[in-house]
């Protein structure tokens, strides 16, 4: 006998996490991070192939990847400036969450497009693996596939809706997972439609 796919021990989905005033604070809060710090488009190394994601960040460092690698840096690749402060929502968001790690000191923005994905991927470049990962979503809800720690193997779906948190620690912190659809028109959050999602990370040894 088989049993559908689950998501691996350590994932939890928290629906609903904010509500509405507070997903509409969130995303005030974003569109004047990224006043300061704008959107980027990554490359992939080696090849220089676009993400169809554009990214920024907030906190002490932030996630870029360009022709020669991922990794965290204190600055904006394009204005060369600091990252601006994480919002204390977020602070805050992560403290209730993830009492027990050391302050979070990266939030990659990811911004999607009704037609933007995430390949399937591991979130590997951190130097420790001990403190979750911790998502938001705010927008259009997206299709959402996790799997195991190998690239093979079954995957589990589910539906990440605006205002959604989720929490990837234990044997989930390593699951291959990734975007691949973006529910256009599904929420009113944004004026222009299109998908955020907030990732807060520990990047370096508590
Ligand atoms: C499972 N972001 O930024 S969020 C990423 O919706 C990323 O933008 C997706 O994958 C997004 O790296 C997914 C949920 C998520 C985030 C981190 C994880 C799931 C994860 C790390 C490990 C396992
Ligand atoms: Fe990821």
């Not at 995303?27 to 220089?48: C, N, S, Y």
């Not at 990214?55 to 022709?67: A, H, K, R, T």
């Not at 720690?149 to 912190?173: C, M, W, Y």
Request: with cysteine.
């Amino acid at each position: 006998m088989t049993v559908k796919p689950v998501p691996p021990e350590g994932f939890r989905l928290l629906p609903g996490t904010f509500d509405r005033v507070q997903q509409e604070a969130l995303v005030t809060l974003i569109r004047q991070i990224l006043e300061d710090a704008p959107l980027f488009q990554p490359v992939m190394p080696r090849t220089g192939k676009a993400f169809s994601v554009r990214m920024s960040n907030c906190g002490p460092l932030g996630w870029v990847s360009d022709i020669n690698g991922y990794r965290y840096q204190s600055t904006h690749p394009v204005t060369g400036r600091p990252w601006p402060a994480m919002p204390e929502m977020l602070t805050d968001l992560w403290q209730t969450v993830a009492p027990d790690s050391p302050p979070a000191e990266a939030c990659l923005i990811n911004f999607y497009t009704p037609e933007a994905k995430m390949g399937l991927h591991q979130d590997r470049d951190e130097e420790a693996f001990d403190a979750p990962v911790v998502s938001v979503s705010l927008g259009d809800t997206a299709t959402f596939r996790i799997g195991g720690t190998s690239r093979k193997g079954p995957t589990t779906s589910l539906r990440l809706a605006s205002g959604d948190v989720v929490v990837l620690g234990g044997e989930a912190r390593l699951a291959y997972h990734g975007i691949d659809r973006i529910l256009k028109g599904s929420s009113t959050l944004l004026q222009n439609g299109g998908r955020i999602n907030l990732t807060l990370r520990r990047v370096t040894k508590g």
